[in-house]
Protein backbone atom coordinates (compact mmCIF):
# COMPACT_ATOMS: atom_id res chain seq x y z
CA UNK A 1 0.00 0.00 0.00
CA UNK A 2 1.44 2.93 -1.28
CA UNK A 3 1.76 6.54 1.28
CA UNK A 4 1.70 9.80 -0.43
CA UNK A 5 4.91 11.60 0.92
CA UNK A 6 5.65 15.27 -0.15
CA UNK A 7 7.61 18.01 0.65
CA UNK A 8 5.36 21.41 1.53
CA UNK A 9 7.01 25.04 0.77
CA UNK A 10 7.66 25.52 4.50
CA UNK A 11 10.57 22.34 4.17
CA UNK A 12 8.67 19.72 6.55
CA UNK A 13 7.46 16.55 5.48
CA UNK A 14 3.87 15.70 5.05
CA UNK A 15 2.55 12.25 5.05
CA UNK A 16 -0.80 11.58 3.22
CA UNK A 17 -3.31 9.42 4.07
CA UNK A 18 -2.79 5.64 2.70
CA UNK A 19 -3.55 5.35 -1.24
CA UNK A 20 -6.54 2.99 -1.25
CA UNK A 21 -5.21 -0.43 -2.67
CA UNK A 22 -5.80 -1.64 -5.79
CA UNK A 23 -8.20 -4.11 -6.85
CA UNK A 24 -6.20 -7.26 -7.24
CA UNK A 25 -5.98 -8.16 -11.01
CA UNK A 26 -7.92 -10.48 -12.58
CA UNK A 27 -5.31 -13.31 -14.15
CA UNK A 28 -6.75 -16.24 -16.61
CA UNK A 29 -6.76 -19.93 -16.36
CA UNK A 30 -6.11 -22.60 -18.30
CA UNK A 31 -9.65 -23.21 -18.99
CA UNK A 32 -10.39 -19.49 -20.17
CA UNK A 33 -7.39 -19.67 -22.59
CA UNK A 34 -8.78 -23.68 -23.97
CA UNK A 35 -12.55 -21.53 -24.14
CA UNK A 36 -11.09 -18.43 -26.06
CA UNK A 37 -9.67 -20.83 -28.77
CA UNK A 38 -12.90 -21.70 -29.82
CA UNK A 39 -13.85 -18.65 -31.71
CA UNK A 40 -11.89 -16.43 -33.04
CA UNK A 41 -13.24 -13.18 -30.85
CA UNK A 42 -13.21 -14.94 -27.96
CA UNK A 43 -9.26 -15.75 -28.59
CA UNK A 44 -8.99 -12.09 -29.35
CA UNK A 45 -10.40 -10.63 -26.77
CA UNK A 46 -8.44 -12.69 -24.56
CA UNK A 47 -5.22 -11.71 -25.95
CA UNK A 48 -5.85 -8.50 -25.30
CA UNK A 49 -7.04 -9.10 -21.70
CA UNK A 50 -3.38 -10.78 -21.28
CA UNK A 51 -1.58 -7.84 -23.10
CA UNK A 52 -3.60 -5.35 -20.50
CA UNK A 53 -1.79 -7.54 -17.53
CA UNK A 54 0.96 -7.55 -18.76
CA UNK A 55 0.71 -3.81 -19.51
CA UNK A 56 -0.21 -3.45 -15.83
CA UNK A 57 1.69 -5.44 -14.02
CA UNK A 58 4.48 -3.11 -15.92
CA UNK A 59 2.46 0.10 -14.80
CA UNK A 60 2.15 -0.78 -11.50
CA UNK A 61 6.09 -1.64 -11.48
CA UNK A 62 7.26 1.68 -12.46
CA UNK A 63 4.63 3.66 -10.71
CA UNK A 64 5.56 2.24 -7.36
CA UNK A 65 9.55 2.73 -7.98
CA UNK A 66 8.63 6.61 -8.86
CA UNK A 67 7.10 6.94 -5.77
CA UNK A 68 9.40 4.62 -4.02
CA UNK A 69 12.12 6.94 -5.51
CA UNK A 70 10.35 10.29 -4.80
CA UNK A 71 9.64 8.61 -0.72
CA UNK A 72 13.61 7.98 -0.60
CA UNK A 73 14.73 11.74 -2.32
CA UNK A 74 11.98 13.08 0.84
CA UNK A 75 13.97 10.96 3.12
CA UNK A 76 17.33 11.94 1.82
CA UNK A 77 16.86 15.91 2.07
CA UNK A 78 15.11 15.24 5.71
CA UNK A 79 18.27 13.17 6.89
CA UNK A 80 20.52 15.59 5.56
CA UNK A 81 18.49 18.48 6.86
CA UNK A 82 18.76 16.40 10.85
CA UNK A 83 22.46 16.11 10.70
CA UNK A 84 23.04 19.71 9.29
CA UNK A 85 20.86 20.65 11.98
CA UNK A 86 22.62 18.09 14.92
CA UNK A 87 26.04 19.28 13.85
CA UNK A 88 25.04 22.95 14.40
CA UNK A 89 23.12 22.05 17.97
CA UNK A 90 26.45 20.49 18.98
CA UNK A 91 28.77 23.09 17.58
CA UNK A 92 27.10 25.78 19.80
CA UNK A 93 26.30 23.85 23.02
CA UNK A 94 30.27 23.12 22.64
CA UNK A 95 31.17 26.55 22.44
CA UNK A 96 28.30 27.18 25.52
CA UNK A 97 30.12 25.01 27.59
CA UNK A 98 33.12 26.59 26.51
CA UNK A 99 31.95 30.64 27.72
CA UNK A 100 30.31 29.09 30.37
CA UNK A 101 34.08 27.61 31.76
CA UNK A 102 35.25 31.43 31.26
CA UNK A 103 32.77 33.23 32.65
CA UNK A 104 33.12 31.10 36.02
CA UNK A 105 36.94 31.66 36.07
CA UNK A 106 36.21 35.58 35.33
CA UNK A 107 33.54 35.50 38.37
CA UNK A 108 36.40 33.65 40.75
CA UNK A 109 39.11 36.54 39.62
CA UNK A 110 36.78 39.49 40.21
CA UNK A 111 35.78 38.01 43.49
CA UNK A 112 39.39 37.10 44.41
CA UNK A 113 40.11 40.60 43.39
CA UNK A 114 36.84 41.85 45.73
CA UNK A 115 37.78 40.11 48.57
CA UNK A 116 42.10 41.68 48.65
CA UNK A 117 40.38 45.11 48.16
CA UNK A 118 38.26 44.24 51.76
CA UNK A 119 41.06 42.87 53.12
CA UNK A 120 43.13 46.40 52.48
CA UNK A 121 40.70 48.53 53.90
CA UNK A 122 39.27 50.76 51.06
CA UNK A 123 38.31 54.25 51.79
CA UNK A 124 38.92 53.65 55.23
CA UNK A 125 42.63 53.98 54.94
CA UNK A 126 41.85 58.04 54.48
CA UNK A 127 40.68 58.16 58.09
CA UNK A 128 43.55 56.65 59.66
CA UNK A 129 45.95 59.37 58.27
CA UNK A 130 44.46 61.32 61.12
CA UNK A 131 45.24 59.33 63.96
CA UNK A 132 48.38 57.46 62.70
CA UNK A 133 50.25 60.66 61.09
CA UNK A 134 53.45 58.83 62.24
CA UNK A 135 52.63 56.10 59.37
CA UNK A 136 51.26 57.79 57.01
CA UNK A 137 54.11 56.92 54.39
CA UNK A 138 52.97 53.60 55.24
CA UNK A 139 48.84 54.10 55.11
CA UNK A 140 49.86 56.64 51.53
CA UNK A 141 50.91 53.82 49.55
CA UNK A 142 48.58 51.35 50.94
CA UNK A 143 45.48 53.67 49.81
CA UNK A 144 47.34 53.94 46.13
CA UNK A 145 47.46 50.32 46.33
CA UNK A 146 43.65 50.13 47.09
CA UNK A 147 42.59 52.27 44.34
CA UNK A 148 44.37 50.18 41.75
CA UNK A 149 42.69 47.40 43.10
CA UNK A 150 39.47 49.43 42.86
CA UNK A 151 40.19 49.98 39.28
CA UNK A 152 40.98 46.15 38.59
CA UNK A 153 38.33 45.12 40.19
CA UNK A 154 35.78 47.01 38.65
CA UNK A 155 37.27 45.86 35.09
CA UNK A 156 37.13 42.20 36.33
CA UNK A 157 33.45 42.72 37.03
CA UNK A 158 32.42 44.01 33.75
CA UNK A 159 34.23 41.42 32.23
CA UNK A 160 32.70 38.54 34.25
CA UNK A 161 29.69 40.05 33.61
CA UNK A 162 30.34 40.37 29.45
CA UNK A 163 31.38 36.86 30.07
CA UNK A 164 28.18 35.68 31.81
CA UNK A 165 25.88 37.22 29.34
CA UNK A 166 28.23 35.54 26.04
CA UNK A 167 27.70 32.36 27.52
CA UNK A 168 23.84 32.80 28.21
CA UNK A 169 23.18 33.90 24.84
CA UNK A 170 24.76 30.90 23.54
CA UNK A 171 23.22 28.48 25.82
CA UNK A 172 20.04 30.23 24.18
CA UNK A 173 20.59 29.91 20.65
CA UNK A 174 22.12 25.88 21.56
CA UNK A 175 18.63 25.46 22.96
CA UNK A 176 16.90 26.64 19.92
CA UNK A 177 19.17 24.49 18.13
CA UNK A 178 18.21 21.72 19.85
CA UNK A 179 14.63 22.53 19.70
CA UNK A 180 15.03 22.34 15.41
CA UNK A 181 17.29 18.87 15.77
CA UNK A 182 14.33 17.29 17.69
CA UNK A 183 12.34 18.56 15.22
CA UNK A 184 13.58 17.50 12.01
CA UNK A 185 15.01 13.97 13.73
CA UNK A 186 11.13 12.91 14.37
CA UNK A 187 10.31 14.39 10.61
CA UNK A 188 13.25 12.30 9.37
CA UNK A 189 12.36 9.08 11.14
CA UNK A 190 8.84 9.53 9.79
CA UNK A 191 10.44 9.69 6.03
CA UNK A 192 12.78 6.77 6.32
CA UNK A 193 9.53 4.88 7.52
CA UNK A 194 7.52 5.97 4.53
CA UNK A 195 10.48 5.43 2.27
CA UNK A 196 10.73 1.72 3.54
CA UNK A 197 7.50 1.33 2.53
CA UNK A 198 7.43 2.64 -1.13
CA UNK A 199 10.71 0.56 -1.37
CA UNK A 200 8.95 -2.55 -0.04
CA UNK A 201 6.18 -2.03 -2.20
CA UNK A 202 7.97 -1.73 -5.51
CA UNK A 203 9.73 -5.11 -4.33
CA UNK A 204 5.95 -6.30 -3.89
CA UNK A 205 5.47 -5.13 -7.42
CA UNK A 206 8.26 -6.76 -8.78
CA UNK A 207 7.88 -10.15 -7.24
CA UNK A 208 4.10 -10.05 -8.53
CA UNK A 209 5.73 -8.81 -12.25
CA UNK A 210 7.78 -11.66 -11.98
CA UNK A 211 5.20 -14.41 -10.66
CA UNK A 212 2.45 -14.07 -13.34
CA UNK A 213 5.00 -13.31 -16.66
CA UNK A 214 6.30 -16.06 -17.63
CA UNK A 215 2.50 -17.87 -17.15
CA UNK A 216 0.81 -14.87 -19.06
CA UNK A 217 3.61 -14.91 -22.26
CA UNK A 218 2.66 -18.56 -22.27
CA UNK A 219 -1.13 -18.15 -22.12
CA UNK A 220 -0.74 -16.08 -25.06
CA UNK A 221 1.64 -18.43 -26.73
CA UNK A 222 -1.09 -21.29 -26.33
CA UNK A 223 -4.27 -18.66 -27.86
CA UNK A 224 -1.67 -17.79 -30.66
CA UNK A 225 -0.85 -21.31 -31.66
CA UNK A 226 -2.40 -23.08 -34.76
CA UNK A 227 -2.55 -26.27 -33.11
CA UNK A 228 -4.24 -27.76 -30.25
CA UNK A 229 -2.14 -27.20 -26.93
CA UNK A 230 -2.87 -29.59 -24.37
CA UNK A 231 -3.17 -28.54 -20.78
CA UNK A 232 -0.19 -30.63 -20.17
CA UNK A 233 1.98 -28.87 -22.68
CA UNK A 234 0.83 -26.02 -21.42
CA UNK A 235 2.36 -26.61 -18.22
CA UNK A 236 5.69 -27.85 -19.63
CA UNK A 237 5.89 -24.66 -21.69
CA UNK A 238 5.62 -22.31 -18.47
CA UNK A 239 7.76 -25.28 -16.24
CA UNK A 240 10.72 -24.74 -19.17
CA UNK A 241 10.10 -20.80 -18.82
CA UNK A 242 10.49 -20.82 -14.89
CA UNK A 243 13.41 -22.88 -15.53
CA UNK A 244 15.29 -20.63 -18.25
CA UNK A 245 14.72 -17.82 -15.35
CA UNK A 246 15.84 -19.89 -12.81
CA UNK A 247 19.24 -20.81 -14.73
CA UNK A 248 19.26 -16.99 -15.57
CA UNK A 249 19.43 -15.99 -12.16
CA UNK A 250 21.54 -18.68 -11.08
CA UNK A 251 24.34 -17.82 -13.46
CA UNK A 252 24.27 -14.21 -12.63
CA UNK A 253 24.58 -15.29 -8.72
CA UNK A 254 27.50 -17.62 -9.18
CA UNK A 255 29.39 -14.73 -10.94
CA UNK A 256 28.46 -12.42 -8.32
CA UNK A 257 29.89 -15.11 -6.31
CA UNK A 258 32.80 -15.59 -8.24
CA UNK A 259 33.45 -11.65 -8.48
CA UNK A 260 33.49 -11.85 -4.39
CA UNK A 261 35.35 -15.11 -3.79
CA UNK A 262 38.48 -13.65 -6.07
CA UNK A 263 37.74 -9.97 -4.03
CA UNK A 264 38.41 -11.92 -0.85
CA UNK A 265 41.27 -14.04 -1.96
CA UNK A 266 43.13 -10.84 -2.84
CA UNK A 267 46.12 -10.07 -0.79
CA UNK A 268 45.08 -6.69 1.91
CA UNK A 269 48.47 -6.14 3.27
CA UNK A 270 49.74 -2.75 3.68
CA UNK A 271 48.99 -0.04 0.41
CA UNK A 272 45.72 1.30 2.15
CA UNK A 273 44.00 -2.14 1.51
CA UNK A 274 41.94 -3.62 4.49
CA UNK A 275 40.44 -7.34 5.51
CA UNK A 276 37.03 -7.75 7.23
CA UNK A 277 35.21 -9.82 8.91
CA UNK A 278 37.14 -10.28 11.93
CA UNK A 279 34.90 -9.57 14.89
CA UNK A 280 36.85 -7.90 17.85
CA UNK A 281 35.06 -6.47 21.37
CA UNK A 282 31.61 -6.90 19.07
CA UNK A 283 32.96 -4.80 16.08
CA UNK A 284 34.27 -5.86 12.62
CA UNK A 285 35.66 -3.62 9.59
CA UNK A 286 33.02 -4.70 7.23
CA UNK A 287 34.33 -5.06 3.86
CA UNK A 288 38.14 -5.99 1.87
CA UNK A 289 39.52 -3.65 -0.27
CA UNK A 290 41.40 -0.62 -0.93
CA UNK A 291 40.97 2.36 1.47
CA UNK A 292 39.45 5.82 -0.96
CA UNK A 293 38.38 9.28 0.38
CA UNK A 294 38.02 8.96 4.46
CA UNK A 295 35.71 10.98 6.47
CA UNK A 296 36.69 15.02 5.77
CA UNK A 297 36.06 17.70 3.73
CA UNK A 298 36.55 16.67 -0.06
CA UNK A 299 36.63 17.92 -3.70
CA UNK A 300 33.38 15.50 -4.45
CA UNK A 301 34.43 13.26 -7.72
CA UNK A 302 31.32 13.97 -9.47
CA UNK A 303 29.75 16.93 -8.33
CA UNK A 304 33.20 18.62 -8.41
CA UNK A 305 32.53 21.44 -5.20
CA UNK A 306 33.91 20.83 -1.74
CA UNK A 307 31.82 18.93 0.77
CA UNK A 308 31.87 16.93 3.78
CA UNK A 309 32.23 13.43 3.33
CA UNK A 310 30.64 11.95 5.98
CA UNK A 311 31.94 7.78 5.94
CA UNK A 312 35.27 5.95 4.86
CA UNK A 313 35.06 4.19 1.13
CA UNK A 314 36.30 0.95 0.21
CA UNK A 315 37.09 -0.22 -3.12
CA UNK A 316 37.10 -3.51 -4.58
CA UNK A 317 35.13 -5.42 -7.14
CA UNK A 318 31.77 -5.91 -7.61
CA UNK A 319 30.06 -8.43 -5.26
CA UNK A 320 32.71 -8.13 -2.58
CA UNK A 321 30.81 -9.19 0.64
CA UNK A 322 30.20 -6.64 3.40
CA UNK A 323 29.28 -7.22 6.51
CA UNK A 324 27.94 -5.67 9.73
CA UNK A 325 30.26 -3.88 11.58
CA UNK A 326 28.17 -4.78 14.90
CA UNK A 327 25.15 -6.53 16.17
CA UNK A 328 21.97 -4.56 15.77
CA UNK A 329 18.32 -3.94 13.83
CA UNK A 330 18.43 -3.39 10.37
CA UNK A 331 16.62 0.07 10.25
CA UNK A 332 15.97 0.68 6.72
CA UNK A 333 17.02 -1.38 3.56
CA UNK A 334 16.14 0.12 0.09
CA UNK A 335 17.35 2.86 -2.07
CA UNK A 336 18.15 6.27 -2.08
CA UNK A 337 19.01 8.73 -5.15
CA UNK A 338 22.39 9.89 -2.77
CA UNK A 339 23.58 6.44 -1.73
CA UNK A 340 21.76 3.87 -4.49
CA UNK A 341 20.91 0.72 -2.50
CA UNK A 342 22.18 1.00 0.86
CA UNK A 343 21.55 -0.71 4.77
CA UNK A 344 21.03 1.43 7.87
CA UNK A 345 21.50 -0.58 11.37
CA UNK A 346 20.84 0.44 14.77
CA UNK A 347 23.37 -0.63 17.34
CA UNK A 348 21.31 0.71 20.07
CA UNK A 349 23.12 3.29 22.76
CA UNK A 350 22.73 5.51 19.87
CA UNK A 351 24.97 4.30 18.04
CA UNK A 352 24.56 3.68 13.81
CA UNK A 353 25.98 2.67 10.93
CA UNK A 354 24.91 2.78 6.75
CA UNK A 355 26.48 0.94 4.12
CA UNK A 356 26.16 2.35 1.00
CA UNK A 357 26.18 2.14 -3.29
CA UNK A 358 24.97 -1.83 -2.64
CA UNK A 359 24.90 -3.84 -5.97
CA UNK A 360 21.31 -3.95 -7.62
CA UNK A 361 20.13 -7.22 -6.12
CA UNK A 362 22.69 -7.09 -3.70
CA UNK A 363 20.85 -6.68 -0.42
CA UNK A 364 20.85 -9.46 1.97
CA UNK A 365 18.95 -8.05 4.75
CA UNK A 366 15.27 -6.87 5.24
CA UNK A 367 14.10 -4.10 7.35
CA UNK A 368 13.24 -4.55 10.96
CA UNK A 369 15.92 -7.61 10.72
CA UNK A 370 18.61 -8.39 13.76
CA UNK A 371 21.85 -9.42 12.65
CA UNK A 372 24.90 -10.18 14.15
CA UNK A 373 28.98 -8.71 14.16
CA UNK A 374 30.17 -9.57 10.87
CA UNK A 375 26.90 -10.75 8.94
CA UNK A 376 26.51 -10.41 5.32
CA UNK A 377 24.53 -7.42 4.86
CA UNK A 378 25.10 -6.79 1.01
CA UNK A 379 27.20 -7.38 -1.89
CA UNK A 380 29.65 -4.39 -3.03
CA UNK A 381 28.23 -2.27 -6.22
CA UNK A 382 28.52 1.48 -7.49
CA UNK A 383 24.72 2.35 -7.50
CA UNK A 384 23.57 5.83 -7.16
CA UNK A 385 26.31 8.94 -7.34
CA UNK A 386 29.15 6.28 -7.73
CA UNK A 387 32.47 6.43 -10.20
CA UNK A 388 33.13 2.50 -9.44
CA UNK A 389 32.49 -0.36 -7.33
CA UNK A 390 33.06 0.37 -3.98
CA UNK A 391 31.39 0.69 0.01
CA UNK A 392 30.55 3.68 1.52
CA UNK A 393 31.00 3.29 4.83
CA UNK A 394 28.94 5.47 8.07
CA UNK A 395 29.36 5.36 11.81
CA UNK A 396 26.51 7.80 13.48
CA UNK A 397 26.32 8.69 16.83
CA UNK A 398 22.84 9.85 17.63
CA UNK A 399 22.76 9.94 13.77
CA UNK A 400 25.53 12.66 13.72
CA UNK A 401 28.39 11.13 11.19
CA UNK A 402 31.74 10.94 12.77
CA UNK A 403 34.96 9.48 11.89
CA UNK A 404 34.35 5.18 11.25
CA UNK A 405 37.96 4.34 10.62
CA UNK A 406 38.58 5.91 14.01
CA UNK A 407 36.13 4.80 15.74
CA UNK A 408 36.65 0.97 14.47
CA UNK A 409 40.10 1.49 15.43
CA UNK A 410 39.34 2.63 18.99
CA UNK A 411 37.61 -1.01 19.31
CA UNK A 412 40.64 -2.93 18.76
CA UNK A 413 39.72 -3.69 15.37
CA UNK A 414 42.82 -3.88 13.54
CA UNK A 415 42.06 -1.82 9.90
CA UNK A 416 44.99 -1.39 7.51
Known amino acids: MAIAVGIATTGTITLGAPAPAAYALNYPTWDDVKKARANTAAKQA???RIDDLLVQLQVNVETKEAE?????????????????????AESL????DAAHTVAEESRLQAGQMVAQLARQGGSDLSANLFVNAGEADTLLSKLGYASKLTEQSEGLYSK??????????LTDQADVAAEERERLRVEAEEAMAAAQVAYDAAQAALAEQEEHRIVLEEQRRALEATEEVTEAGFAEGVRVREEQERQRRAAAAAAAAAAAAAAGGASHNGGGSVASGQVVNGWAWPAAGTLR?????????????????NGQDVSNGGGTPIYATSAGRVIYSGYSSGF?????IDHGNGMSSIYAHILNGGLRVSHGQHVGAGQLVGLMGSTGPSTGNHLHFEIRRNNVPIDPLDFVRAKGVPVG
Open 68 to 88: ARAAADVFEAADAAFVEAAQK
Open 160 to 169: ALQDMNSAQA
Open 93 to 96: QSQA
Open 340 to 344: GNYVK
Open 46 to 48: EIK
Open 293 to 309: SGYGMRLHPIYNYMRMH
